[in-house]
């Protein structure tokens, strides 16, 4: 070997990592060898087809344990009432809390319903997904054109769009918090530039906007980044294609970048969609809902319905995310169907 | 080839969780010698470093009972322990606010106490609110341990600034609304008056415009008492007496304070209470000068709610025998005494409060508030303390708080805000059993 | 087929012409005249610059240095679109969303054309390549060979200057290789349109070209018709790309010179007496000499020797592989079927005036310069 022409120092290296790569070699033998007997003898008990199972039930024990039964017991808690949490403990009371969530007058005027809290929440979370996703869907598909194109330190704004991505949703809030509120950092600007205060958090509209805004902030990244990776599957070539074609610009993103991109704009579509019907922690961080029930949305109705009021209607509260988790089913299988055509096709 | 190794760490991993649960067994059980007592405790001031200090001296006495203080955020103690307590896994002690709303869980120490009559001599007034419903008529079912009483806390530097003199102790809720908004003009403070975003804090001034909220066992929340005080809050807040900053930056039922506005001097008049005083004589310090101030008068009464936390002993506990000797010190007169001289805190204790207590401070502005709270302690309405006693009031808070703030943002006139607490409050009866109408 | 008066024609003419990708230069001056109607095939091995060069001439690479003229005129810092050109790329780019019909039709539909005369020309275009069955699948539901026939569809349809192809057949089996090489000529014959195509495949070169550009790491090495690339090939590059099988080409050591004949030992034999101009050429210089295998017969009389390593018989021809004396490897082909068997040595000669001498010299270029052997 060439060891000798090697300086001492990288020797020494090399010799430690092959220590340490040969110590690692025999621990994992070690322990395979360990393992060896009682798989074997399992084996030998289920045969070899049997063993698939063996090493797919761990997995499924924590699925059904943290997931299936939780499913099974919400719609148990729906069907049961009183704020009890002691499945035994709650009188069965059929659909009272579907009925009692159902029942309005007139579904646009959330006075006219029962549950009047259930429907704000609905109404603004409808307004909420058809604002936010748009919003999300042409931002995140602009940002991605952009990060797509002939860009000066490209690698760097990909990573600035991404970074909020990886913030935790309570930091997300928190920043945008103290930007946003009364002695926050805008309203600093904004009286440096001689304007009045603005109420960002506590007029209705405004804290609405903020909503959507900062929930579009927080998860744009993710789906520019999927957008992204769509517009660089379309092949360079269709590009030149069109070039050669005489195609002017304009023509090209509707007539060749739109439709190819079409399946991945789909996907975003109802990802967006769902996320943006489960949204809750940012949100419940920045403006707890309020002003009044403003910026409320289902799954924080469906949170404070269970936990956080003095009694837990955890009957209503299982009742209304059951209704949730159907709307987002059907999204589900919308998506899953579309992303199968756009795979067949 | 990855899947593989995925799942062939996830069967290591099942296997090696028996072994791990049977070795953390052993460990428990190694020290489980001295019987252990868990408290869940929360606090506002010093109350818990206090109180371990307490249970330091008890451990040492009583080297049988170690006892674990388990320090929690408020907010846990309100939203995770009543189901904790449902699911028969909560602590063997908890300092609680929701005095009646979770009674059932409590454990009558009467049978384990040494001296039983102590705590009817001296707690008579404080063990009614957390005696369950269809619990022992004597039953003592834990110590009181902080009395807190309403009351507003008044930055008497402000007034000085603006050259307004404070209002008298008679003054008027109009009277102190008034001035608090000149002050607050004059030095250009963002928040004249400030509440806690609760439905307690608000009762008091309620009951003062003559609002009864209780019918013997049944709630009447709606009355025109009520009603005046209600119309106070969503006048205050048109007019900017109050800020829309401080209860509109959360919604539903969620707690907001202004602890942070008042201590940054941008608060005239805050509307809080006794257990504030510890937590402003460390961050007010002396930028400022403060004082509580005599509850603003009504029509019917000048008074607060009084309130405050509970030590409990939950009746899932396996060592009842322990926790009564721990419950048994914390009330004896000497370490109740101390407790609540270096707390600050109003003792429920009728010796106590008879004799006096003389307070570990030497902060001007909690000897004037203390001096006054005392005083306010007698004056508090007997409406309030029924009120406080109910074991359902939360519910009557709740719907107050959450729908008198929808009233506030304009989402729905007040006259459907009260159609709507009534609805609520049906509704929080329903889930506990209980029919209205 | 088409009207004539639909038929555009252009010369073009690229003066040296460079290209670099940062700082690396990929095409060091290519001077190259094309003249109306040609088919001009660029030829090299991978990477030579070939693609760079077709899509520098398209104006899809802006050039970094020369100019380029179509029919006389600077079109240098023209667009691609303004160029006139049509291209079909290797991957033949048709748009994977379209029918047929709307691949054809797209180009025609930028230039706002109005729809039945999209229709016609189309449904001509579709004609001619047979393809007329075709026009509402979409690309995913076509073959190879049938996409390859959409790709110069929409070259067709847009009725452009100059055809680019840039290694249209490679994608295509060895069959159907062939089939559309010879579609291709007769298109080419059909449109009289200008025509140059890229590929790295030198029969592909041979049988379609006019004219064959051979490059070499971004240089061009020779110009010529096909014929005359393998005749006289201007250096030993071309010499051993041209041509199939391969020319080969052994070490030899001058032992004589004259104005009409040059005597070289090579190959571990005694001398060889070749019948070429000699100026310049002294005692002793080295050099190469090359002679294609078709260009080798068998004969017992024969001044070389060779040792049989393999031999293929491919029924029409045979193809006999040994070795040299000097242990130089030498490929021979012969007409016919053979007896010679493996290990066999066996005797040979070049047939005469088929031998080529290169300098050993930068460049290998002919001996004598002026190419051709005698
Ligand atoms: N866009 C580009 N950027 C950098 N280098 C390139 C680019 N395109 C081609 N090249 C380089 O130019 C040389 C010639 O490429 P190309 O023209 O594609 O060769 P050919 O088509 O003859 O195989 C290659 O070395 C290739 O790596
Ligand atoms: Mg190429």
């Not at chain 3, 275009?125 to 060979?145: E, F, V």
């Amino acid at each position: 070997m060439k060891q000798n022409a090697q300086p001492p120092l990288d020797a020494e290296m090399s010799t430690t990592a092959e220590r340490f790569s040969r110590g690692f070699a025999l621990a994992y033998t070690g322990l395979m060898r360990a393992l060896e007997p009682p798989f074997a003898a399992i084996q030998k008990r289920v045969g070899i087809k049997g063993m698939a199972y063996v090493f797919v039930a761990p997995n499924m024990i924590i699925f059904s344990v943290f997931v299936a039964l939780p499913m099974i017991l919400n719609i148990w808690y729906a069907l049961t009432g009183s704020n009890r949490l002691m499945i035994g403990e709650r009188p069965f009371v059929g659909l009272d809390n579907f009925s009692a969530l159902l029942d309005c007058k007139d579904y646009l005027d959330v006075n006219s319903c029962k549950q009047d809290r259930f429907w704000r929440a609905v109404h603004n979370s409808v307004l909420f997904v058809a604002l936010q996703v748009t919003a999300m869907v042409a931002l995140s598909l602009v940002t991605a054109l952009i990060l797509n194109g002939k860009l000066r330190a490209r690698g760097f704004f990909r990573a600035v769009f991404f970074f909020p991505v990886l913030l935790s949703p309570v930091v997300v809030a928190l920043i945008w918090k103290w930007i946003l509120q009364r002695d926050g950092l805008l309203n600093a600007f904004l009286m440096d530039g001689g304007f009045e205060r603005v109420a960002f958090l506590h007029d209705a509209s405004w804290s609405f906007f903020w909503t959507v805004f900062v929930s579009v902030w927080a998860h744009m990244g993710f789906y520019a980044l999927i957008l992204l990776a769509g517009l660089q599957a379309i092949p360079a070539d269709l590009y030149e294609a069109a070039e050669m074609d005489g195609t002017p610009k304009w023509r090209v993103f509707w007539r060749i970048t739109v439709p190819l991109l079409l399946p991945t704009l789909l996907v975003v579509v109802i990802l967006s969609l769902i996320r943006a019907v489960q949204a809750f922690d940012e949100i419940y961080v920045l403006t707890g809902g309020g002003p009044g029930t403003a910026t409320q949305f289902i799954v924080q109705y469906i949170y404070e319905t269970a936990f956080a009021n003095q009694v837990h209607l955890l009957g209503l509260a299982a009742a209304a995310s059951l209704l949730v988790a159907v709307v987002l089913m059907v999204l589900t299988l919308l998506q899953l169907r579309i992303s199968y055509h756009g795979k067949t096709s | 080839m990855f899947k593989q190794l995925k799942t062939i760490t996830g069967g290591l991993m099942a296997l090696c969780m028996p072994v791990a649960a049977m070795m953390a067994a052993a460990n428990t059980a190694k020290a489980a010698d001295p019987t252990e007592v868990r408290i869940m405790w929360y606090s506002d001031g010093n109350e818990g470093d206090v109180m371990r200090d307490l249970l330091d001296r008890f451990e040492k006495q009583n080297p049988d009972i170690k006892v674990t203080l388990d320090r929690v955020p408020y907010k846990t103690v309100v939203e995770q322990l009543p189901a904790l307590l449902d699911s028969g896994q909560g602590p063997d002690l908890a300092r609680v606010t929701d005095l009646g709303g979770l009674s059932r869980h409590y454990l009558d120490l009467r049978p384990h106490l040494k001296n039983a009559k102590y705590f009817d001599d001296n707690f008579a007034s404080s063990l009614p609110w957390f005696r369950p419903a269809n619990g022992n008529k004597d039953g003592i079912y834990g110590v009181m341990s902080q009395l807190a009483l309403t009351l507003p806390l008044v930055n008497t530097t402000l007034f000085q600034q603006a050259g307004i003199p404070l209002p008298g102790p008679k003054a008027t809720w109009d009277d102190w609304a008034k001035a608090s908004k000149a002050v607050a003009d004059k030095v250009k403070a963002p928040y004249p008056m400030a509440f806690d975003r609760s439905g307690h804090r608000i009762s008091g001034m309620s009951i003062s415009m003559g609002g009864k909220f209780i019918d013997g066992d049944k709630p009447a929340l709606v009355d025109a008492g009520f009603k005046s005080g209600m119309k106070n809050l969503v006048d205050w807040h048109a007019n900017g007496t109050m800020s829309k900053a401080l209860w509109g930056s959360v919604g539903g039922t969620a707690y907001r304070g202004a602890t942070e506005e008042f201590a940054n001097a941008q608060v005239v008049f805050y509307m809080s209470g006794t257990w504030q005083f510890t937590q402003f004589a460390k961050t007010v310090a002396k930028n400022f000068e403060w004082q509580a101030v005599a509850n603003p008068c009504g029509p019917a009464a000048c008074t607060g709610m009084p309130g405050g936390a509970a030590l409990v002993p939950i009746k899932a506990t396996k060592n009842p025998q322990a926790v009564a000797r721990v419950v048994e010190y914390f009330a004896s007169e000497p370490v109740y005494e101390e407790y609540h001289a270096r707390t600050l805190f109003l003792p429920a204790h009728a010796g106590l409060a008879k004799k006096g207590i003389n307070y570990v401070t030497d902060d001007a502005n909690v000897k004037k508030s203390l001096a006054i709270a005392v005083e306010q302690v007698a004056q508090t309405s007997p409406i309030a303390f029924k009120f406080q006693g109910y074991e359902h009031n939360r519910i009557l808070f709740n719907a107050m708080i959450s729908r008198v703030n929808q009233a506030i943002s304009g989402e729905m006139s007040l006259d459907d805000a009260y159609t709507r607490m009534q609805a609520d409050i049906v509704e929080g009866f329903a889930a506990k059993g209980i029919k209205l109408q | 087929m088409r009207p004539e008066s639909d038929i555009s024609m252009a010369s073009l003419t690229l003066d040296t012409i460079t290209k670099s990708f940062g700082q690396l230069e990929i095409l060091h001056g290519i001077d190259l005249d094309i003249a109306d109607g040609e088919f001009v095939v660029f030829v090299g091995p991978s990477g030579c610059g070939k693609s760079t060069l077709l899509r520098v001439i398209a104006g899809l690479e802006p050039a970094t240095g020369g100019t380029i003229a179509i029919d006389g005129e600077d079109v240098t810092h023209h667009s691609a679109a303004a160029r006139g050109l049509a291209m079909v790329f290797q991957s033949y780019a048709l748009y994977p969303h379209m029918s047929v019909y709307d691949n054809l039709a797209f180009g025609l539909e930028n230039m706002r054309m109005p729809k039945d005369q999209i229709a016609q020309r189309v449904n001509t275009a579709a004609q001619l390549l047979q393809i007329d069955k075709l026009l509402q699948r979409k690309p995913g539901q076509l073959s190879g060979g049938q996409r390859q026939r959409v790709a110069i569809g929409r070259a067709i349809t847009r009725n452009p200057k100059i055809f680019l192809f840039d290694e249209p057949l490679s994608n295509l089996d060895a069959e159907l290789r062939v089939q559309m090489r010879i579609e291709l000529s007769k298109l080419h014959k059909d449109l009289k349109s200008t025509m140059i195509y890229v590929t790295h495949d030198q029969v592909e070169a041979m049988t379609m070209a006019d004219k064959i550009v051979v490059l070499r790491d971004g240089r061009i090495e020779q110009i010529g018709k096909p014929l005359d690339l393998y005749n006289h090939p201007a250096n030993k590059f071309v010499a051993g790309f041209i041509g199939s099988p391969r020319m080969n080409f052994i070490s030899a050591r001058v032992t004589q010179s004259s104005a009409t004949r040059v005597s070289v030992s090579c190959g571990g034999m005694q001398d060889t007496a070749l019948p070429v101009n000699g100026t310049g050429l002294a005692q002793g210089d080295m050099v190469s000499l090359g002679i294609r295998p078709e260009h080798l017969e068998l004969d017992a009389a024969g001044d070389w020797t060779l040792t049989v390593d393999v031999v293929e018989q491919l029924g029409g021809t045979s193809f006999i592989h040994g070795t040299l004396p000097s242990n130089e490897a030498l490929s021979i082909a012969v007409n016919g079927q053979t007896n010679v068997s493996h290990g066999q040595p066996i005797r040979i000669r070049p047939k005469p005036g088929m031998v080529h001498l290169f300098a050993t010299t930068e460049g290998e270029r002919a001996l004598p310069p002026s190419s051709a052997s005698v």
